[in-house]
């Protein structure tokens, strides 16, 4: 059974495309498996469909299976029922029109990685976001604050972190920092495991392989969602923290 990790902010433009598309990628590179056989699946929930474009740029080198299925409420309700990949990464609208899509997808998530930018601008559409659509689903999540120029300084950064600490909300070791690389990976087709050989290339893949490591913890791999039939050798639904390495809100 799969582990559901769904990516959500409703505050529209805050990475939640790119962290999906470059998780998905080194998860799947870093699991292995085939061009038959991947152990990942990505899946866009999101009508603009920005992923599924960028899916297509890639084309026969996306390192996952893609799925868009935001007009197929049949599928985004039963994801957790997916019996073939280890992980799938959900993308989700960047609007408060669709609402629905995203409450239903988080029926199915064994975690929520919600993107933040060090902006303070973008603070109040997040925090309304947690507040009354990620919070109330009950599953673990974790703020991940994404797109900070180290250039910038550690102002904007900090009082972020500030923000995120005061409210108690659990939050991501792993910064994502602003690479021109990610900016453009879509339009030229390509993900994070695909950049070129280069330091600032390793600089900017190497963000994403620690959050990878943060989301798929110790344990690496008990879904939250196994049920009695689904407890051999995974731990079943009583182990603990599902040893997902994800700190439930509030405890944090
Ligand atoms: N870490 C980063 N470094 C550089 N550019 C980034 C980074 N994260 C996001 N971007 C850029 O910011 C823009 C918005 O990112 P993205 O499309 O992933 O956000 P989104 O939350 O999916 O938006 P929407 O809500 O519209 O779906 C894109 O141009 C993307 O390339
Ligand atoms: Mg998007």
Redesign the pocket.
Known sequence: MARVHVIA?Q?????????TVNLAAVVADTLGGTADNSPVLGVST?P?A?MLEWAQRVGDDLPFDFEQCHDNPALLGKLREIQQYSHIFV?T???LEDESILQTVLTQADDVIV?LEPEPMAFSPATRSIQRVIEPAGVPWRVLL??WDPRDGEGDLNQTRDYVQARGWPCFHTV?????L??R??AEGVTVVQYAKNRVALEARQDFFKLALEVLGSGGGSPRHAGPDDNAGNGGPDNGDGGNGVTAPGKG
Do not use: L
């Not at 505050?11 to 962290?19: A, C, H, Q």
């Not at 994502?176 to 021109?180: G, L, P, S, T």
């Open positions: 902010n505050k529209g433009g805050v990475g939640k495309t790119t962290v999101d603009q920005s993308d609208p960047g609007s993107p994404n797109n994502i920092r602003h690479y021109k990610h900016t990976a879509s």
